[in-house]
């Protein structure tokens, strides 16, 4: 779990991120686990083992967790490069897991990253992202593949050889990161309006 501050001596914004292994196609997050994650019952610091899967008689398990042990919104980091290469086992994996989140309520979006190198005028200008035919026609796929809305897929550039910050960077993550505190705020009042509703407690917990 990450706390982000403004500046080294400031405190720390009022929202955390919170960090998970991989979804790869022959170890990664398992589908189980995901509702351990959702539902708080993770121990802060807890390292993701493949070969020994948390249970509820896991050392530290979160018996009764608190809303805000919950997760509030759910970010799939996709490199947007090779998309249309993604290894059918790795998408159905995603669906299975996207099945036990859907359990939850918790809304979901995808990161959609190095989407500079789908298209050479956003590679040139990343100011013309918005702009581009290619961008916009991966942002289809993305959104029809993972059943989400269109504006839950978020793209954004990584920092790779930059050695100072650029501005246009930092506006695409900014710009992703108040989308997610945006759809977060939404769970947070449906959660406090109805918590039965929402399934949270209701999520399959298997030993």
Known sequence: MYQVRSSASSKPLPFRLCDTRGLEEAQGLDSHEVSFMIGGNLPDGYQFNPSVPFSMEAPGYIKASSVKDMIHCIAFVLDGS?????PEKMLEKMKAIQAKMNQSSVPQVVL????DKVCHNVE???SFIFKSGLISNLVDKVSQVMG???GHVLPIKNYEKELELDININILSLLALRQILRFSQDFLFNFL???DRLGIHKLEMKK
């Open 82 to 86: 090779t998309f249309d290469v993604l």
């Open 124 to 126: 040139k200008d990343l």
């Open 112 to 115: 959609l990253t190095n989407v």
């Open 193 to 195: 309006d109805n918590p």
């Open 148 to 150: 989400l809305p269109r």
